[in-house]
């Protein structure tokens, strides 16, 4: 079975926030101050780290 923690969604100002766990954020190597792409596909959310320039 995937893992699939349980979130809640909430209001920061005029937008909404996830909290991703810190395991998630290791799993995919990401980084405090990385930039992420975000989109709708099939009624999914789509969270992929930009891609970094060299």
Avoid: C, H, Y
């Amino acid at each position: 079975m995937p893992f699939e923690p349980k979130v809640k969604l909430r209001k920061v100002g005029n937008s909404f926030t996830v909290t991703i766990p810190a395991e998630m954020i290791e799993d995919l190597s990401w980084q405090e101050g990385d930039f992420l792409r975000i989109g709708l596909e099939d009624e999914k959310l789509i969270v992929r780290r930009e891609r970094k320039s060299k």
